[in-house]
């Protein structure tokens, strides 16, 4: 690829403009005078909003483009730009493309993957925290007026059990030991029992109904795959203690979310803490609104300021790679599906 042709289409989400943010713009047209660079967001924003009044004019930046930058496609990409070699996604998960006309053509897709653990481990650390010291309560008693003095428990001394020890359970277990506590993980690749850095027991993904066992925390860290999909079901919230909670900034689908309410229903686990649910955003009319043991936040444990900067540093830096012949960071693998 030697003089790309790159198409811009993910707006400024953190100004909320239709527009790709401009600093970016700046950084990619920086990595080379070889590169050429075009703004299609507004007209894509608009397409994925209903509106086709500009279509014409879309269609003729997406023929023009080898490389998209990107959340989610423009309908009918691959039709529309013949020319399209590789796409960066600015998102870590990419289930989202798995029904796209792109996912079953020769496209490179990449993602970016690792700027997500920082914010996400916070905020996982944030959900055991809210249910160490029942901030929920403290929350409903200012609602309520009402003072009633109520006992606090500790992080140190618990067990945290990660399913999915990449970027963001790793994370996870580094802030968890912080805090003195106890970290057992699960990791897809690993055979046979063991350790890892900041992990007491590390185990493959057939015993991860001893680390629900043992855990008082459990924390969904993996992608949505055809593997992972309700990894999380009525035998596993069976196999949890009365007292543990569970806490998925995955994806929605890797829990069954029937067994879930039945779980919270039946006190066979003692709370949830969901930044994703089976639906987004969640229906109005969902039971897991209604359950004081739950604590809900619509699907932002990943943001963070300067998203976009960080989204677009990991792309020039593929770029630099595509440019030189080098090999490209975050390739996702469509067999693996992440």
């Known amino acids: 690829m030697e003089s790309p042709n790159i198409l811009v289409v993910a707006p400024d989400f953190e100004r909320s403009e239709p527009d790709a943010d401009k600093e970016c713009l700046r950084l990619i047209r920086a990595v080379s005078p070889r590169i050429k660079v075009k703004d299609g967001a507004a007209l894509a924003t608009a397409e994925l909003s ?14 023009w483009a080898d490389v998209l ?23 870590a998960g990419v289930d989202r493309w798995r029904d796209t006309d792109v996912w079953n053509n020769g496209v490179v897709i990449t993602g970016v993957s690792g700027i997500h653990a920082t914010p996400i481990g916070e905020f996982v650390l944030s959900l055991m925290l809210m ?27 618990k067990t945290v059990g990660i399913v999915g020890l990449g970027h963001i359970g790793a994370e996870v277990a580094r802030l968890s030991k912080a805090f003195g506590m106890k970290v057992i993980a699960t990791r897809r690749s690993t055979r046979q029992a063991g350790s890892a850095r900041n992990v007491d027991l590390l185990l493959p993904q057939a015993r991860m109904k001893q680390m629900l066992a043992s855990s008082d925390y459990v924390a969904l860290c993996l992608p949505l795959t055809q593997e992972t999909r309700h990894i999380i079901g009525e ?16 994806r929605g689908q890797l829990i069954d979310e029937g067994a879930l309410i039945r779980a919270l229903d039946e006190k066979r686990i003692a709370g949830a803490g969901l930044d994703v649910t089976y639906i987004e955003p969640l229906p109005k009319k969902s039971r897991l609104w209604s ?6 936040s619509p699907h932002i444990s990943g943001g963070m300021e ?33």
Do not use: H
């Not at 309908?75 to 960066?88: D, F, G, S, V």
């Not at 677009?312 to 996702?332: D, S, Y």
């Open 50 to 63: 209903g509106d086709f009044s500009r279509k014409s004019e879309l269609d003729a930046l997406l023929a």
């Open 291 to 296: 359950f004081d043991n739950v604590i809900l």
């Open 131 to 157: 249910f160490a010291k029942n901030t929920p309560l403290a929350f409903k008693m200012m609602q309520t007026r009402k003072w009633r003095r109520y006992e606090p428990r500790t992080l140190r001394g």
């Open 69 to 91: 930058f990107c959340l989610v496609a423009p309908p009918n990409t691959m039709a529309r730009a013949p020319k399209l070699k590789w796409i960066q996604v600015i998102s």
């Open 235 to 250: 035998p596993e919230f069976r196999a949890m203690k009365p007292s543990a909670r569970i806490i998925n900034i995955g």
């Open 306 to 338: 300067s998203y976009m900067m960080r989204a677009t540093e990991v792309f020039c830096e593929n770029l630099r790679r595509r440019l030189t012949g080098k090999k490209l960071i975050n390739v996702v693998d469509r067999k693996r599906g992440y």
